[in-house]
């Protein structure tokens, strides 16, 4: 059975950080891109992030770019993302997801996502 779990969401003030945790297990993820997906409440998901098996590709969306920033470790089937400079705007829950290719929201496996809330 294959599953990802996000952990490292929380509460934090404007201008704070937190780092997010997902660990994929059931399956060997070797070849997959992995990255990061939010949804706003009454908002659609979005793309945050995405990086490939080796890490030589990455993506941000315009959004997020220079305050987030996405890595792995393939050894530990995790991948991290690292959000500084956090905005109230960033709140909303985030979700972990791994495709074979292009991650978009139709990708094939999905965490359960975890809450970032950024107050001002």
């Known amino acids: 059975q294959v599953q990802l779990v996000e952990s490292g969401g929380g509460l934090v003030q404007a201008g704070g950080s937190l780092r997010l945790s997902c660990a994929a297990s059931?399956?060997?993820?070797?070849?997959?891109?992995m990255g990061w997906f939010r949804q706003a409440t009454g908002k659609e998901r979005e793309f945050v992030a995405a990086?490939?098996?080796?890490?030589?590709?990455?993506r941000y969306a315009d959004s997020v770019k220079g305050r987030f920033t996405i890595s792995r470790d393939n050894a530990k089937n995790t991948v991290y993302l690292q959000m500084n400079s956090l905005k109230p705007e960033d709140t909303a829950v985030y979700f972990c997801?791994?495709?074979?290719?292009?991650?978009?929201?139709?990708?094939?496996?999905w965490g359960q996502g975890t809450q970032v809330t950024v107050s001002s």
């Open positions: 997801a791994s495709n074979l290719g292009l991650l978009t929201t139709t990708s094939q496996f």
């Open positions: 059931g399956r060997t993820f070797s070849g997959y891109r």
């Open positions: 990086i490939s098996w080796s890490g030589g590709s990455i």
